[in-house]
């Protein structure tokens, strides 16, 4: 399920659904506001009182404009701060992310990294989002892509495992132990390549959780064997909008396949999406509802590359 909240007002304080957890992220687009204070803050709260993030990025502040980072244990009573350059300009939209990772938060600011701050309270205490301030915000969304969590930092609460851990073992029915081969992702860089440990093959899926960026018209998402795309998936935003599939044999395209009920990308939100072969058939699902399918034109045990280009921010990728 996914979060998402529109045009609130401010200053609010929302509870986050389902808490958070390594591998989630929060994503806020708003805009600056002149105004005598000049400066908004961003902060995770616990029910405790505490603030294990908060956020301050301040304005005209004798010319040194800052994003001002730090954490409260509560009181009143605020730890060491950290300060970064303040890329932010009043009037001009932004979009800021927060990604919790296994030993920090991970901020990024119109897809390019503002900076990490590594944790100084445990991310399971964190239970509601609050902004205060001179911003107004056109919606804030959370999205949730962990539907195959594992247990063990920060005292339990759902997490993913770092690239290379191995999933519990009942995410392999009828395997007898770990797979070897699983690999996860937390916010990769755009352009993306990996090489899919182990091969691909009937019984794998692929997990992509991104966030369309709203001035670009395409993204792509492939299944390749070296320099042949054995099933590559484009959705493009102003010609159509429209989903491509196709792929290529000796490096030539192929005739590409248009057709579908609907078209489930919608710029600046959240979407999770699966691949699945059948061995005959490429099957995608988008946010838990069937998407395409996409019959085989090469074997698929072939497929030894994953490659995600264009105009996204990538929050999760998971080969499992």
Known sequence: MVQIIRNPCVPLTIPISGGM???RSIVIRGTPLHSA?????VDLLTSKGTLPLHINPRFGFGGSWQI???SSTGGGQWSSEVRHANCLQIGIPFELQICVEQDK????INGNRLCDFHHRELVCNVNALRITGDVAIEYINFPDFAPYPTYGAYGGQPVFSMPMQQPPLNHYQGMRGPSLSYQDFNCPSVPFMTMIHGGYNPSRRITVVGTPISC????????KSDNEFLF???PRFRSGPVVVRNSTRCGAWQAEERGASCFPFV??????MDICSSGSLYIVTVNGQHFTTFASRDDPCRINQL???GGITLQKVIIQ
């Not at 204070?37 to 803050?41: A, D, G, P, S, T």
């Not at 670009?216 to 299944?223: G, K």
């Open 216 to 223: 670009v018209d395409t993204f792509s998402i492939n299944l």
């Open 37 to 41: 204070e000049q400066r908004f803050c």
């Open 307 to 309: 490659t995600i280009e």
């Open 68 to 70: 001002i980072l730090n």
């Open 105 to 108: 938060y991970h901020l990024t």
């Open 267 to 272: 710029p600046n939100q959240t979407f999770s």
């Open 232 to 234: 590559h998936f484009n």
């Open 21 to 23: 957890y390594s591998g």
